[in-house]
């Protein structure tokens, strides 16, 4: 096997005509930026004033790659959507859907009652639409939007039925942090997508992606290949989404300066935290601020994920080789631009989020939550693959009632898995992480969390103040895409 089959194997990713470079560290990355674009924001859908959200799922063409389009989706868009900026109050939302197929609108981290979720119960048919009303009360945080149709959830977000929302209260200044959208304060979608030698994008689904999810060779961020974020010379501010079907990133900067986390999925934390990597899975949101004051520039790299290596390697013989051999990629360069307006040039002390402290109220029941990748189901789903995989031996049925719930209460929640890691994700809650694996949290676990990795044994304290009845119930899953179409899901009501 020669270095470059042997480099592809593990998992580095390459960006179409060799932009990305092979490494065996993190220091031989070289990065041509003159050879990329500038980074584009998603358009901005600001709905502060008009307390009204209108998106429509269409269809469309998109060229990742210079005479090569292919057919996708989005919201308003031909591929992803725009970012929805909210604050606390009504917010009266229509969503229309123009494709042939259903489609729904979950969003992912807002804190809803089930009647307002967009789970698998609430599909939108092709010519109808879907209007409500909805009433956002929640801490200032980076979220997601996504479609929701059990079976189709993984390759229609693929195709692009997905985009990220901005709760916020207009208090960055007074915290000292970038807010202004695009120059200082960026937005990065991040997905990992495949795509055939002439450049167009496809979802081919082989029993080993079904297995361990759909990764892929080629990074996109906001949907775009081959492009370079240009800054201002002073602090920057990085809201990330994994937006993958399944790859867990673990992000890094090339020069080893520090990332100061300020946020993760819920919202602030009590201050910043200074930190070297960044582990992100699926559905995860986080907030970095880097400082670019020096001028340099930056490359944000990322490991490999922790599911696969070469010939789909798992486990122990995928941890001995990556002693040997680093499976660490690029995902985006950053330049810095002095001619850009620089708002802020120090990092701010304190942040005053509102952390979760869950520990000194009454836990009314405590739940084992197992995550299997074996059932032994028999039922067919998407793409024509056997479903085998479910939740405490049972997969997925969406005319059974999982789990009730009492509204207002606190549960701890002991979520484990013998097999892969697996991103956990609950709909209209805010949890706290415990422990992972009985040691402290990661720094992107602590703060309000709605999705967690879960690799072995991770104990939660969830708290219930969003109603959800057995006609809208939430969803508790595996936000690999694959692995909840095929069964990793189950449903629970609130009352």
């Known amino acids: 096997m020669n270095r470059r089959n042997f480099l592809l194997g593990t998992g580095a990713l390459v960006a179409a005509g060799g932009a990305f470079a ?38 469309g063409e998109t060229s990742f ?134 450049g167009h994008l496809s979802y081919n689904l082989s029993m080993m992606d079904a297995m361990h999810g759909f990764t892929a060779d080629t990074v996109l961020v906001n949907g775009q290949a081959n492009t370079r974020a240009v800054v201002p010379k002073g602090i920057v501010r990085l809201r990330l989404i994994n937006g993958s079907n399944a790859r867990i990133y673990t992000f890094s900067a090339d020069d080893n300066r520090p990332l100061h986390l300020i946020a993760t999925d819920g919202g602030f934390l009590q201050e910043p935290k200074p930190i070297q990597e960044l582990r992100l899975s699926p559905g995860e949101r986080a907030e970095l601020l880097v400082d670019f004051g020096n001028g340099e520039s930056m490359t944000m790299l990322s490991s490999g994920d922790p599911n696969s290596g070469p010939g789909g390697m798992m486990g122990r013989v995928r941890g001995m080789l990556d002693l040997v051999v680093s499976r660490s990629f690029v995902v985006l360069p950053f330049v810095v631009d002095d001619r850009m307006p620089t708002r802020f040039n120090a990092l701010p002390d304190r942040l005053n989020g509102d952390e979760p402290d869950l520990e000194g109220e009454e836990i009314v029941a405590t739940r084992q939550i197992s995550l299997d990748m074996n059932t ?40 484990s898995t ?15 992480v415990l422990n992972e694996n009985s040691g402290e949290p990661k720094p992107e676990s602590i703060g309000w969390k709605d999705t967690v990795v879960v690799d072995g044994v991770t104990e939660l304290l969830v708290k219930f103040n969003m109603p959800a009845s057995r006609d809208n119930p939430f969803m508790y899953h595996c936000h690999i895409l694959e692995h909840e179409d095929r069964g990793m899901m189950g449903q629970f009501t609130v009352a």
């Open 65 to 198: 790659f210079e005479n090569a389009a292919s057919k996708t989706i989005g919201f308003n868009q031909n591929y992803l959507g725009p970012t929805i900026k909210v604050k606390n109050g009504p917010l009266g939302a229509k969503v229309s859907n123009q494709l042939q197929t259903p489609v729904t609108v979950h969003w992912h981290g807002l804190l809803v009652p089930g009647e307002h979720d967009g789970g698998p119960h609430l599909p939108i048919a092709f010519g109808n639409n879907w209007q409500p009303d909805m009433q956002i009360q929640q801490s200032p945080a980076t979220a997601f939007y996504h479609t929701h149709i059990h079976g189709r959830t993984a390759s229609d977000v693929y195709a692009g039925l997905a985009g990220i929302i901005h709760v916020d209260d207009g208090r960055d200044d007074d915290r000292g942090i970038p807010n202004s959208y695009g120059v200082d304060d960026l937005t990065l979608l991040i997905q990992d997508r495949r795509f055939t030698d002439s």
């Open 418 to 432: 013998s097999m892969l890691a697996h991103p956990f994700h609950v709909h209209g809650v805010a949890f706290q």
């Open 22 to 59: 092979w490494a065996t560290s993190p220091n031989d990355f070289g990065v041509d930026t003159s050879q990329r674009v500038a980074l584009k924001m998603p358009p901005l859908l600001d709905t502060r004033e008009s307390r009204k959200l209108e998106l429509t799922a269409q269809e």
């Open 376 to 415: 032994g189901s028999s039922g067919m789903m998407g793409g024509g693959m056997m479903s085998n995989m479910g939740i405490n031996g049972r997969s997925f049925d969406m005319s059974r009632m999982d789990l009730g719930v009492g509204l207002g209460t606190v549960e701890k929640w002991v979520v």
